[in-house]
């Protein structure tokens, strides 16, 4: 049949619309360095559309990339809405990138203009001079008194907002438009910038986070972001809660354990979101606290650890909610949800279940495959291979750069680079990085399934294992481990505390004990830098038990 007819486009100035016509009198609360705000969402979608304005007024062309340096807060929301629904793109940097990594990425977008807390500006404004495509910078007001540097280029955004007229919102393209650019984290290599299009954002919101089998955030929820929103497009929780009608609280710069956990309580949150390292940073700050509010805690960006799960259990009555992600998924490639077929398993298992990484939701297509190879592994939790996924909101290219097959299969399907196994009920249980896998005697030893061992031992904080050469197996397993503060073990409890948990050649030849373990930019173990610290470690002269 010739014709198509729903071809109304997927794009986000009506659901911005919506928003705000049908929920004027609810709040979005954010933090500022000293103090709490709150605007109702009429002023809010009232600024949001002055700073469409101001776009106008430093005449940002179609299509530009405006950048934002900026930690969670009502403007940087409502960035997330005015760039893209005034037909330019929004490029979220992200805060914690080396320098170099930074001046890369926004010279490789060119952004044209960019946003900057006033808190981050020191540390923006040395780098200014590297970013040759950057006309204006706009200072965000976040409470911090830093000094504007005298230069006609930099702006308050406030002042530009006073003289700004609220501007209606509207795409002139279709609904594959680019609405932002965000880069991945880069462990190897140069950053590498995944675009979104309105239409991808539209699908990832009403299926990865608002459908109830998956995330469901709804109309009553007040949600809570840890996750920065320069990181991996705000997990889509700069989205959803438009989408959904739900109330944002936005801690800004901070984001101390204690801060966040006040802000949990004082507000009522009903969800809220990080990596594993911050819910473990959390633990201790739960204690007498009220969240009775509180119905899910999303974690995902590393493996959640069983034991913060149910360490979450025992404190607030509700495990983590596990999800798998990366930036080229937009994020969310897989959700833990409830499912009945795992009815009726016992607290033990069911906290295994929990560990998974969960089910890609409609609209992503997943499988796994033999390394080095297309061919389809079965779903029986036994195989395992790489994972590979697919999907309208799966990237297929990497902005600026020729498509290879490194990265993307002949046959479209996103490389993962993460390696696991799928059960019957298409429940992702992930072992490693491809790269982080420790190969010992021409076999995988699983480098996440030992530090998910070793975390649950009492004593110990936090475990990161990798490989270091050997002569006679090529790797071996090195655990290097923080303890809690105030407790002891010694190497010999810890492998004996291993040695029922997993088979005998798995476990570690060596333990050292380090303060803390190396964070990526975005608070996840660097295994990058653990290995070059431990580059030239020896190993005691032990023959693995195999
Ligand atoms: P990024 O693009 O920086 O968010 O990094 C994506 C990578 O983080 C994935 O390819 C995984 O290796 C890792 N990752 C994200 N979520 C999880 C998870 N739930 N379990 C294990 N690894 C994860």
């Given at each position: 049949?010739?014709?198509?007819?729903?071809?109304?486009?997927?794009?986000?100035?009506?659901?911005?619309?919506?928003?705000?016509?049908?929920?004027?009198?609810?709040?979005?609360?954010?933090?500022?360095?000293?103090?709490?705000?709150?605007?109702?969402?009429?002023?809010?979608?009232?600024?949001?559309?002055?700073?469409?304005?101001?776009?106008?007024?430093?005449?940002?062309?179609?299509?530009?990339?405006?950048?934002?340096?900026?930690?969670?807060?009502?403007?940087?929301?409502?960035?997330?809405?005015?760039?893209?629904?005034?037909?330019?793109?929004?490029?979220?940097?992200?805060?914690?990138?080396?320098?170099?990594?930074?001046?890369?990425?926004?010279?490789?977008?060119?952004?044209?203009?960019?946003?900057?807390?006033?808190?981050?500006?020191?540390?923006?404004?040395?780098?200014?001079?590297?970013?040759?495509?950057?006309?204006?910078?706009?200072?965000?007001?976040?409470?911090?008194?830093?000094?504007?540097?005298?230069?006609?280029?930099?702006?308050?955004?406030?002042?530009?907002?006073?003289?700004?007229?609220?501007?209606?919102?509207?795409?002139?393209?279709?609904?594959?438009?680019?609405?932002?650019?965000?880069?991945?984290?880069?462990?190897?290599?140069?950053?590498?910038?995944?675009?979104?299009?309105?239409?991808?954002?539209?699908?990832?919101?009403?299926?990865?986070?608002?459908?109830?089998?998956?995330?469901?955030?709804?109309?009553?929820?007040?949600?809570?972001?840890?996750?920065?929103?320069?990181?991996?497009?705000?997990?889509?929780?700069?989205?959803?809660?438009?989408?959904?009608?739900?109330?944002?609280?936005?801690?800004?710069?901070?984001?101390?354990?204690?801060?966040?956990?006040?802000?949990?309580?004082?507000?009522?949150?009903?969800?809220?979101?990080?990596?594993?390292?911050?819910w473990t940073g959390m633990l201790p700050e739960l204690d007498g606290r009220d969240?009775?509010?509180?119905?899910?805690?999303?974690?995902?960006?590393?493996?959640?650890?069983?034991?913060?799960?149910?360490?979450?259990?025992?404190?607030?009555?509700?495990?983590?909610?596990?999800?798998?992600?990366?930036?080229?998924?937009?994020?969310?490639?897989?959700?833990?949800?409830?499912?009945?077929?795992?009815?009726?398993?016992?607290?033990?298992?069911?906290?295994?279940?929990?560990?998974?990484?969960?089910?890609?939701?409609?609209?992503?297509?997943?499988?796994?495959?033999?390394?080095?190879?297309?061919?389809?592994?079965?779903?029986?939790?036994?195989?395992?291979?790489?994972?590979?996924?697919?999907?309208?909101?799966?990237?297929?290219?990497?902005?600026?750069?020729?498509?290879?097959?490194?990265?993307?299969?002949?046959?479209?399907?996103?490389?993962?680079?993460?390696?696991?196994?799928?059960?019957?009920?298409?429940?992702?249980?992930?072992?490693?990085?491809?790269?982080?896998?420790?190969?010992?005697?021409?076999?995988?030893?699983?480098?996440?399934?030992?530090?998910?061992?070793?975390m649950s031992h009492p004593a110990v904080a936090e475990a990161a294992v990798i490989?270091?050469?050997?002569?006679?197996?090529?790797?071996?397993?090195?655990?290097?481990?923080?303890?809690?503060?105030?407790?002891?073990?010694?190497?010999?409890?810890?492998?004996?505390?291993?040695?029922?948990?997993?088979?005998?050649?798995?476990?570690?030849?060596?333990?050292?004990?380090?303060?803390?373990?190396?964070?990526?930019?975005?608070?996840?173990?660097?295994?990058?830098?653990?290995?070059?610290?431990?580059?030239?470690?020896?190993?005691?002269?032990?023959?693995?038990?195999?």
């Amino acid at each position: 049949m010739q014709g198509l007819m729903q071809d109304y486009p997927l794009t986000l100035p009506p659901v911005f619309d919506r928003f705000e016509r049908l929920y004027p009198d609810k709040h979005v609360v954010w933090s500022t360095v000293s103090e709490r705000r709150r605007s109702t969402v009429a002023e809010w979608t009232d600024r949001a559309r002055r700073i469409g304005g101001v776009l106008d007024l430093l005449a940002v062309p179609a299509e530009a990339r405006v950048g934002t340096f900026a930690w969670n807060t009502a403007d940087h929301l409502a960035l997330y809405w005015a760039v893209p629904c005034t037909g330019r793109v929004l490029h979220t940097l992200n805060i914690r990138l080396f320098p170099e990594q930074l001046t890369y990425i926004v010279n490789h977008a060119e952004d044209d203009v960019v946003f900057v807390d006033r808190s981050l500006l020191g540390a923006f404004w040395q780098l200014f001079g590297d970013m040759s495509t950057v006309r204006h910078v706009v200072v965000m007001d976040d409470g911090a008194p830093t000094e504007l540097p005298d230069d006609p280029r930099v702006h308050l955004l406030d002042d530009l907002v006073a003289e700004a007229p609220p501007v209606r919102f509207g795409v002139a393209g279709d609904e594959n438009t680019a609405a932002s650019i965000c880069y991945t984290s880069g462990t190897t290599g140069n950053p590498k910038g995944v675009v979104y299009s309105h239409r991808s954002i539209y699908l990832h919101s009403l299926s990865a986070l608002s459908a109830a089998g998956g995330i469901g955030m709804a109309e009553r929820d007040r949600v809570l972001p840890v996750v920065p929103m320069f990181h991996a497009n705000a997990w889509g929780w700069g989205h959803a809660p438009l989408f959904a009608g739900a109330e944002l609280v936005l801690p800004g710069p901070q984001m101390q354990p204690e801060r966040i956990a006040a802000m949990l309580e004082e507000e009522r949150v009903t969800m809220t979101a990080g990596v594993p390292t911050i819910w473990t940073g959390m633990l201790p700050e739960l204690d007498g606290r009220d969240l009775t509010a509180l119905r899910m805690v999303l974690c995902g960006g590393s493996a959640v650890p069983r034991a913060l799960s149910e360490g979450y259990r025992a404190k607030i009555g509700m495990p983590i909610l596990h999800a798998w992600g990366m930036t080229e998924t937009s994020p969310i490639g897989s959700i833990n949800a409830s499912v009945s077929a795992y009815d009726g398993l016992g607290e033990d298992e069911a906290a295994d279940v929990r560990a998974r990484q969960g089910i890609p939701p409609v609209g992503v297509d997943a499988r796994i495959v033999e390394p080095g190879t297309l061919t389809e592994l079965p779903w029986d939790d036994k195989a395992t291979g790489e994972l590979q996924v697919r999907g309208p909101w799966i990237a297929a290219a990497y902005f600026g750069v020729e498509p290879s097959t490194e990265s993307f299969t002949e046959d479209g399907w996103l490389r993962t680079g993460d390696v696991g196994a799928i059960d019957r009920f298409g429940n992702i249980r992930l072992s490693d990085r491809t790269k982080d896998l420790v190969k010992s005697g021409g076999e995988w030893i699983s480098s996440v399934e030992l530090e998910n061992h070793l975390m649950s031992h009492p004593a110990v904080a936090e475990a990161a294992v990798i490989g270091v050469p050997h002569p006679r197996w090529q790797e071996r397993p090195l655990a290097a481990v923080v303890l809690k503060p105030d407790a002891t073990a010694t190497k010999e409890e810890l492998v004996s505390y291993l040695e029922p948990r997993v088979a005998k050649w798995w476990l570690p030849d060596d333990v050292v004990f380090i303060d803390e373990v190396p964070k990526t930019s975005v608070g996840k173990f660097s295994k990058k830098d653990l290995r070059a610290r431990f580059a030239d470690h020896q190993l005691p002269d032990v023959t693995p038990g195999r």
